[in-house]
């Protein structure tokens, strides 16, 4: 991605919000697709095909991404090769956010003082998206439903998203305000700060500070959930395909949950929101 700029100068304020909405899994503001670029995608396949029961098939071409990811014939992510001049930065699933308005939300975003770096665009496929970042620098998307329809949901889908940032205080409003959610306040027994945001009456995903004692090691970035039926097992099937686990598995206020990182250093959660 390039060097991201402004887009717009609308005026937005608490309450503004792309029409729509907010409650069911597909409205607009919720996650509904998630994409990564890595050194070597294709050393990838193997290890979401068994941890998450992927189907990989090509494309899409648009953005350079060289994999398709499918939960049935749902859509959930896709994965790209990261161009040589970028290959040093540490490498983390973007999360794209619905929108019923591309445009109004790019603007949204310049005017809250984020930036868009590429977009709003028609891919090769109908649909429409953007690409763009928080004040923080922490890199997200926004797509249409469109062409897909809404995201999946069950085993192997992204099912909650988590923004690790150092104000999250400061940033959580940006959120509010470019899609309409509404937020609670939180701290954990770390001592670290966090918002959850909601899509109406939907928890959706999280934005979190620094705890005591940790550290980034990749400056603020977004952290993707990937719902498993076993948290436990599939944390151990991760090692054994290669990857490590960075947070064992423990009971969180929204499901059973783990941190672990693929065998491209990529970190990514897996959670059982049934629990």
């Known amino acids: 991605m390039g060097t991201a700029r402004g887009t717009g100068t609308a005026e937005v304020t608490e309450t503004t919000r792309v029409p729509g909405t907010a409650n069911a899994p597909g409205a607009p503001g919720t996650p509904g697709w998630v994409t990564l670029v890595a050194p070597r995608p294709e050393r990838l396949k193997g290890f979401y095909e068994t941890l998450l029961g992927w189907e990989f098939r090509p494309g899409p071409p648009s953005l350079g991404m060289n994999l398709r990811a499918f939960v049935g014939d749902r859509p959930v992510a896709a994965i790209g090769q990261v161009q040589q001049h970028r290959a040093s930065r540490a490498a983390a699933w973007t999360p794209f956010l619905l929108s019923a308005d591309i445009d109004l939300a790019a603007m949204a975003v310049g005017a809250c003082g984020g930036t868009i770096g590429v977009g709003p665009l028609n891919d090769r496929e109908g649909g429409r998206l953007a690409i763009g970042a928080d004040p923080s620098g922490a890199v997200f998307g926004i797509r249409g439903a469109a062409p897909f329809g809404r995201p999946g949901e069950g085993p192997g889908t992204p099912a909650w998203h988590e923004l690790l940032t150092y104000e999250p205080y400061r940033i959580a409003p940006f959120y509010?305000?470019?899609?309409?959610?509404?937020?609670?306040?939180?701290?954990?027994?770390?001592?670290?700060?966090?918002?959850?945001?909601?899509?109406?009456?939907?928890?959706?995903?999280?934005?979190?500070?620094?705890?005591?004692?940790?550290?980034?090691?990749?400056?603020?970035?977004?952290?993707?959930?990937?719902?498993?039926?076993?948290?436990?097992?599939?944390?151990?099937?991760?090692?054994?395909?290669?990857?490590?686990?960075?947070?064992?598995?423990?009971?969180?206020?929204?499901?059973?949950?783990?941190?672990?990182?693929?065998?491209e250093g990529t970190p990514l959660g897996l959670i059982d929101r049934r629990r």
């Open 176 to 263: 509010r305000r470019v899609f309409g959610f509404s937020s609670v306040r939180e701290t954990n027994p770390e001592g670290a700060e966090r918002v959850v945001l909601h899509a109406g009456s939907r928890p959706i995903a999280s934005v979190r500070g620094l705890g005591r004692g940790e550290t980034f090691d990749r400056g603020p970035h977004w952290v993707t959930w990937f719902q498993v039926r076993d948290v436990d097992a599939s944390a151990l099937r991760a090692v054994d395909l290669g990857g490590r686990i960075s947070e064992a598995p423990h009971d969180g206020p929204y499901g059973r949950t783990a941190t672990v990182v693929d065998p």
